[in-house]
């Protein structure tokens, strides 16, 4: 019997000929890759093992990478609530998604070659140096974010050598925040001229007294804004003992057994007894019917540099330049106060035009990144305030998580600058930016 011939599995295929590349010329055949067995030295010096971060802490500041991040750590380390009273807005958080929508149509035009080898993110803010173009916003119950609060935010600020504004509505007393800070950081006072203008005045006196080289008066809040996950949420200083609130304990039981192992929660600076429910509590407080003729009282009795904050027209900063402010914040109170007020960043170029030669002008709402700062200052902020950036360092990591925010911030303002080819400060002028439309 005569077997049948083997079929091959698969056809033959004569090897390929060196095909002509595209342009129409031959290329040589590809070459077998060479290989050899590394030197030991070698990969030894691509071993770099990260060191071992022994706290969980220290792990999560350690894999954040941006603001943002942190944000997201934070909502993981305090009940919601707490979360949501820093992080949320007034009424429909138009005014939130605004500030940050302007920001994201921020579009650099940068000059290349502009042979910047080193570049100078430090700046003069009224008169006193400041290694960043950066404050730390005065936020109020800054203790619910992490039971440090003040003392930590105020050290970092120290630390980095930027200032720390502290405000009426502080968790820490006034003396005590300077007290850790030491006699070299730069801190402003927060003011909420208050229905007790005998109060206010001693306000002014103390925060003199312990060294506050900045007033800045909150000019925006004749009352509170109404932050509906707060009422949702039934949001209170100190927090109440509720169902949902003892449901709460058991899913954070680290900020809890923090809030009720150290000083009592309260406002360290007015007297404020127990306070129903926070926003009903400060609309008592203030005076809704605080005026500009009230800055005369105020100057009476600070000599020193004086900012209104929260001024949102080139309207009201010319007032405020008419009745001997030193600076105004522009400023929409981060989408806490009046929903659809103007975007900061877009009122910011009319205001330096019309009164940069007159005022010091800053800007806060809705900054989150170094290349924001960058911005903001190309436009003729001369520094940001930061509100929630440093608070939710502070909810994730504490002091060393303020440090954080505060690195993220400075290292991006650097890079930006670099990029956009400018070695100081000052050298960010409008051309760098537009806004896109
Ligand atoms: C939780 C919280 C509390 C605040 N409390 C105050 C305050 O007591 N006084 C004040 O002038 N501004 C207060 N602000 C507003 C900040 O000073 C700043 O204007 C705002 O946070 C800037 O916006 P940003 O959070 O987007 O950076 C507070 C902001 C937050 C988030």
Not at 306 to 328: C, S, Y
Not at 408 to 436: C, F, K, N
Request: hydrophobic residues 45%; charged residues 25%; positive net charge.
């Amino acid at each position: 019997m005569t077997t049948p011939p083997r079929t091959p599995a698969t056809p033959e295929v004569p090897a390929p000929a060196p095909q002509p590349a595209r342009s129409g010329r031959t290329v040589p055949p590809r070459q077998k890759v060479a290989r050899r067995v590394p030197k030991w030295s070698e990969v030894r010096t691509l071993l770099q093992f990260e060191p071992i971060r022994p706290t969980a802490r220290q792990r999560r500041l350690q894999r954040a990478v941006t603001v943002e991040d942190l944000r997201a750590a934070a909502r993981h380390r305090v009940p919601r609530s707490v979360f949501e009273f820093v992080d949320g807005g007034a009424e429909d958080e138009l005014t939130i998604r605004r500030t940050r929508e302007a920001f994201d149509r921020v579009e650099f035009r940068p000059r290349v070659l502009g042979g910047a080898a080193v570049v100078d993110p430090s700046t003069t803010l009224f008169g006193r140096p400041s290694a960043l173009p950066v404050v730390l916003a005065p936020t109020g119950f800054c203790r619910l974010s992490h039971h440090e609060g003040e003392r930590a935010a105020a050290r970092a600020a120290a630390t980095a050598g930027i200032p720390f504004a502290l405000t009426t509505m502080g968790t820490v007393s006034i003396e005590d925040v300077a007290a850790v800070g030491g006699p070299d950081a730069e801190r402003w006072f927060q003011l909420y001229v208050m229905r007790d203008r005998g109060l206010t005045v001693e306000l002014i006196h103390r925060a003199k007294a312990a060294g506050y080289s900045v007033l800045a008066i909150t000019v925006d809040t004749p009352v509170t804004g109404q932050r509906r996950k707060d009422v949702r949420n039934g949001f209170s200083v100190p927090p109440k003992l509720t169902p949902r609130t003892v449901l709460d304990i058991a899913r954070r039981p680290a900020w809890w057994l923090n809030l009720l192992t150290t000083e009592q929660l309260v406002f360290a600076t007015i007297p404020a007894g127990e306070p129903e429910a926070h926003a009903a509590f400060i609309d008592g407080v203030f005076d809704p019917a605080v005026s500009f003729a009230d800055l005369a009282m105020v100057r009476e009795a600070w000599d020193g540099p004086l900012v209104l904050k929260g001024i949102q027209t080139v309207e009201d900063a010319r007032r405020a330049a008419d009745h001997g402010a030193d600076g105004v914040v522009v400023s929409a109170h981060g989408g806490r106060q009046l929903d659809r007020s103007p975007v900061p960043l877009e009122v910011l170029p009319e205001v330096v035009a019309e009164l940069g030669d007159r005022l010091d002008v800053l800007l806060d709402s809705g900054v989150r990144t170094g290349a924001d700062v960058a911005a903001a200052v190309a436009l003729g902020a001369k520094a940001c305030l930061v509100g929630r950036p440093y608070l939710y360092g502070l909810m994730a990591g504490g002091e060393a998580g303020v440090d954080k925010v505060i690195e993220i911030l400075g290292s991006e303002l650097r890079r930006t600058m670099h990029l956009l080819g400018v070695s100081r400060i000052d050298q960010l002028d409008p051309a760098l930016v537009r806004l896109r439309p």
